[in-house]
C-alpha cells in the first residue's frame, strides 16, 4: 500500500537549519576536551553580570506564564529607539520575527528577494509559505543593489537585506541602500536585518530607523543574542511602522518571549558597557584574524559583524575537519555556496590564538 502524501508541497523543498557544530559533539566524536568554538557568531565575552542576576531572580517566576506584552521591555526599547510602544516589535529571536514576517505577508507565488549565499532563516521562511525565493548574486560577496534595484516587480513582496550580512560580514552603505530605495513602492516590504548593528561603527552605515518614521514599510531587526550575549535565551527586536507591526501582532504566537528572557533583556539595555566590551574585544579579535590571514596569503572579506570570511584556497570541509581534529570549530562555506570559504566568529585572545595558529597548521604557512 503506498503511503498518503500528508505534507504540504513545499516542505519537501525545505532543508532543515544545520547549525554550527555543537561542543559536546566534538567532545565526542574526537575524544578531545579543550574545544573552541567560533561557528555561530555568539559573544565570548557573555552577557551582562546584572542579566545574569536578572535570570536567576526570573528563575524561581517561571510557573507564571511570560507578560504577553512585555512590558518593561517594550517600555525601555520604546526609549531606546524613539518609536511608540506599539511599533516595538519582540519575538522568540529575531529568527522569530523573520518568520511572522513571512507568514504575515508572503503570499503563495509572491517574491521574496535576497543575495546569493542569503542567511538561511528568509530563504527558509520564504518557501514555508509557498513564496519564490529570488537571489541576486553578490559581488565579491558584497551586496549589489543596482541589481536588486532592476530586479524588482510587481510581485516583490518582501526583500531582506543583511546590514552586515551574514555570512560575509560585509555593510550596505548609505549610497547603496538609496539605489535600492529608489526602486521601491509601498507594496514592497524591505527587512532590514541588522543583527550585528552593534558592531558596526562606521559613517556611512545607513539609518534604517529613520526609513521606518518617514512611514516607508521598513522593518528593522535586532537581536539580544549577539553584542548582548544572550544567544541561549532567544530574544529578537525592532521597530516598524503602526500598520506592519499591528499586522506581525496578529501572527505571533503567544507568550513567544519568554519571562526569563525578557529579565535578562531588560537588564542587559541596563548595562550599555558590557556592549562596549563586546565591541572592544571583537575589533581586537578582527585584527588579530585579519593578520594571521595575511600571514598566510588569504584573502578575506572586512567585516563589519563578529566574525570574518576567508578564502582558505581549499576545500572548506577539508580545512574544518582538519581544524576540529584541533580543537577549533568554525563554520563552512560550502552551505552558502562558497566551498573554498569558511567563516569564522571572533573570540577572546586567546581564542582567536587557539585557531589562527591552528589555521596555520593546516595550511602549513609561515608561524606567527
Ligand atoms: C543576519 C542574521 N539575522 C538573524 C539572526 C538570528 O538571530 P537571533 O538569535 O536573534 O534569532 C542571525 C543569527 O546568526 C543572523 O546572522
Known sequence: MTEPKLTRPCVDNL?????????????????????????????????????????????????????????????????????????????????????????????????????TAPFSTWDFNAKLMDGTPVYVPMVDFRYDT????????????????????????????????????????????LVMDEAYYDYVDDPEYPDSLALVKEGRPVIVLRTFSKSCGLAGLRVGYGATTPQLADALGRVREPFDVNSVAQAAALASLQDPAQVERAKALNDESKEAMYAAFERLGLAYTKSYANFVWVDVGRDCREVFLELLKLGVIVRTGDIFGAPMHIRVSTGTAEQTKRFADALQEVLGGPAG
Open 146 to 189: 543596482e541589481a536588486m534595484a532592476a530586479r524588482v516587480s510587481a510581485r516583490t513582496k518582501v526583500v531582506f537585506i543583511g546590514n552586515p550580512h551574514n555570512p560575509t560580514g560585509a555593510m550596505v552603505t548609505k549610497a547603496e541602500l538609496e539605489a535600492l530605495l529608489a526602486a521601491l513602492t509601498d507594496s514592497t516590504i
Open 15 to 115: 532543508t532543515p537549519y544545520s547549525p554550527g557544530k555543537p561542543i559536546e559533539e566534538v567532545q565526542r566524536e574526537f575524544g578531545l576536551t579543550d574545544i573552541v568554538k567560533l561557528a555561530s557568531n555568539e559573544n565570548p565575552l557573555g552577557p551582562s553580570p546584572k542579566a545574569v542576576e536578572a535570570i536567576c531572580q526570573a528563575a524561581s517566576e517561571v510557573w507564571l506564564y511570560p507578560d504577553n506584552d512585555c512590558y518593561h521591555l517594550r517600555r525601555a526599547l520604546s526609549e531606546k529607539l524613539g518609536f511608540p510602544g506599539e511599533q516595538i516589535l519582540l519575538g522568540h529571536g529575531s529568527d522569530g520575527l523573520i518568520h511572522n514576517i513571512c507568514l504575515a505577508f508572503v503570499s503563495p507565488g509572491d517574491e521574496v528577494m535576497m543575495s
